[in-house]
């Protein structure tokens, strides 16, 4: 299908296009992937409804919600006890610590659902209101975050930042990964739903620039989100930070053009506003400070975001193809970390690869495909290393080369050292 087209489409036929492939495409795998399919977890046929509700409000309720109340706490007390700028970017680092290390301690998970447990695990509300709890307790959290601190005295703008720069890093999960769920979903209650939750953290234009640009342009030049082999992360930063913006609204123009649709129609013009209606909220309960928080917060969380980017599309590219088109998307243009923190913890998105084949297909039946690139560490420790670009190059550029040298997808050209 043609590109341009993809992107002329309204989001609820995109998006029910997406399901409608991660459905029928189920049966249209290769040899090698149905036979990976089948391959059930251990003891995955006496997995019952009750055992799967259970397990799944444990992970998606509680788990996302402790990082929050445990990391407040301990801030709080150590702001009325210690009074020190280094606290926050001290609980940062311990923070980043324990996330690697149960990266690490929780081992690897390279195992599929079997069909009829898949099917069944499709079927259970559970898991999208699971998606629902954490989202906006997510967002109550960094609101409530951003009219709080700010306002404890003592500190000088150092602490400050660094309590923004926790706040960022431990809501990314519930306010951008967890939207990044919702507006993929074939329910528009719950699209709209992701974007409000993305108001939270200022980043409204991702509902509309991630499925209707990052999904069809993903592994080609045409993506800001997708970089290059040997591009460094400040300068993939930079542009993917500025033109997914400018992009974001280009498509809601062309929509808007295309389908004769007028102003009032404008998805971007109407969650600006919502955007800019929190920050006046905020600004009157708090202040001006804690629209600045806000913005801190936000643009931490961004920073995460990006990097989960870089990390899982870094070096792999598409073969261009006659007419301007590139080769359909499958699960050898981007990179997985199999750690089963990334999927326990992280909504399933150490599968990424297999996302981007099939984005209509829930995140609890997300597929291992062995044929998928493969990074050697956790997400939680490769979004950090990345920012060290010569141990992030001596790590994945020989695994770049490697993929492409075997048949599995083309790497990207060496892009400017920086």
Known sequence: MDPQSIQNRTPGQLVASADATGRAGDGQHSVLERATTARALPGAVLVTTRTIKAASLFCYAFLLIIP???????????????????????????????????????????????????????????????????G??????????????????????????????????????????????????????????????????????????????HHVDVATPRDPSSAERGESIYRFLVRAMTQNYVK??????????????????????WWSALQASVAAFLAWAGGWQSVVFLALVSFTAVVHLEAVNYVQHYGLRRDALGGGGFERVTTLH????????????????????????????????????????????????????????????????????????????SPAPRGAQG
């Open 68 to 134: 929050f109340t445990s990391f407040d706490f301990y801030l709080y007390f150590r702001f009325h006890e210690v009074r020190s700028d280094a606290t926050p970017y001290q609980a940062f680092a311990v923070a980043t610590l324990l996330h690697v290390l149960a990266a690490y301690c929780m081992g690897s998970n390279r195992k599929n659902f079997s069909a009829g447990v898949e099917a069944r695990l499709r079927t259970l509300r559970v898991f999208r209101v699971a998606l629902w709890f954490a």
């Open 136 to 213: 906006i307790a997510g967002a109550a959290v960094t609101a409530f975050c951003a009219l709080l601190l700010p306002r404890l005295g003592g500190y000088s703008w150092v602490g400050y930042v660094g309590m923004a720069l926790l706040v960022g890093k431990l809501c990314t999960i519930p306010c951008i990964l967890v939207p990044h769920e919702l507006i993929h979903s074939v329910h528009r209650s719950e699209r709209v739903l992701g974007g409000v939750l993305l108001c939270f953290v200022m980043f409204p234009s991702f509902k509309i620039e991630h499925v209707r640009g």
């Open 248 to 269: 974001a609204w280009r498509l809601e123009n062309e929509r808007l053009r295309n389908f004769s649709k007028r102003w009032p129609q404008h998805e971007m013009i």
């Open 334 to 409: 981007s990179w997985n970390t199999p750690a089963w923190r990334d999927q326990f913890w992280m909504v399933n998105v150490g599968r990424h690869a297999d996302h981007h084949r099939a984005p209509g297909r829930p995140y609890q039946v997300l597929r291992y495909d062995p044929r998928s690139p493969e990074l050697p560490i956790p997400l939680s420790l490769a979004i950090y290393l990345a920012f060290l670009p010569p141990l992030w190059r001596a790590l994945v550029d020989p695994l770049v080369d490697s993929h492409g040298a075997n048949g599995c997808g």
